[in-house]
């Protein structure tokens, strides 16, 4: 009978002990990169305005690091440079569920003034091609004031062009009703 326990009992402990010196080990070396500037967002914020001292705007008094976002579904931070130059960080659906993580550049008067691609999830060849700057330079100038039925989609992927539209929609919006929080303006 010893025999026959012996072994799951000190496999268990061995599986306990492991574990326990992974939490430590994790515990010891986390880094918390919610609400950090990646080289990947501070090359987008670069690609749409150029240099600048881009800084994520983060919730204030919590120890954990929060990204602003006004409570809008789908965004996932809000940048600016504190002068004008803001951007909105968001993912939207397009034929995939959060397929366009998205970055887009707001200017002063509210209008779309660039878009960057975080990562595509969209079908490659069909939904991957609202990638390409004659889509994108469509939706350059995209203000709250702009009909989406005034903008053509690309051919054969409605669904990719339709989330576009709608995650500028969303960034103008949402710049549009927080301005002055963004801004530290009210």
Same mark, same amino acid.
């Given at each position: 009978m010893k025999e026959t326990l012996m072994p799951p009992i000190v496999l268990t402990l061995v599986c306990v002990i492991v574990s326990a010196l992974l939490v430590f080990a994790h515990e010891q070396t986390y880094v918390d990169t919610t609400g950090v500037m990646t080289d990947q967002l501070t090359a987008a914020c670069r690609d749409i305005f150029g240099e600048g001292d881009y800084k994520m705007l983060l919730e204030e008094g919590e120890k954990k690091k929060t990204p602003i976002t006004f409570g809008v579904e789908g965004v996932r931070s809000i940048i600016t440079d504190g002068k004008? !130059?803001?951007?909105?960080? /968001? *993912? *939207?659906?397009?034929?995939? !569920?959060?397929? /366009?993580? /998205?970055l887009i550049g707001i200017n002063s008067d509210g209008a779309v003034a660039g878009i960057e691609f975080l990562s595509i999830g969209e079908t490659p060849g069909v939904g991957t091609k609202v990638q390409e700057g004659n889509f994108i330079s469509r939706l350059i100038g995209y203000s709250p004031d702009t009909d989406d039925a005034s903008i053509d989609g690309v051919t054969a992927a409605t669904f990719s062009s339709k989330g576009m539209k709608a995650a500028c929609r969303k960034a103008v919006e949402l710049y549009k009703n927080n301005k002055g929080a963004i801004f530290g303006e009210g």
């Open positions: 004008g !130059k803001c951007f909105i960080e /968001l *993912e *939207e659906d397009g034929y995939a !569920k959060n397929g /366009l993580h /998205l």
